[in-house]
Nanobody
């Protein structure tokens, strides 16, 4: 089970930190990813991190502004979002994949959290 939290309303240029708590799975065996979805659009890959914390990948739209990290001892993955833009408004989901490398395709992820709303105002 994955539980995402930390969403909210923030002004453009501000920051938010999303957290995702994992339970009921061997967290260190999973690559983790963050996705987002805007109504009427496809789910979009945002960032991913492999099991060992040494392979990280970002979507071009967030590169340089977002930072993904994980703490295997706490079964947690985080998404630090800085310099937020109105176009970052979406529901954000964390997901876990048994694939060893970072993957961006949602079909490669086996477990999904419930989502947390991020709204960036102008």
């Amino acid at each position: 089970q994955l539980q995402a939290s930390g969403g909210g309303l923030v002004q453009a240029g501000g920051s938010l930190r999303l957290s995702c708590a994992a339970s009921g799975l061997t967290f260190s065996r999973y690559a983790m990813g963050w996705f987002r979805r805007v109504p009427g659009k496809e789910r979009e890959f945002v960032a991913g991190i492999n099991r060992n914390n040494d392979d990280i990948y970002y979507a071009d739209s967030v590169k340089g502004r977002f930072t993904i990290s994980r703490d295997n001892a706490k079964n947690m993955v985080y998404l630090q979002m800085d310099s937020l833009k109105t176009e970052d408004t979406a529901v954000y989901y964390c997901a876990a994949s048994t694939v060893s490398m970072v993957v961006s395709g949602p079909l490669s992820y086996d477990h999904w959290g419930q989502g947390t709303q991020v709204t960036v105002s102008s």
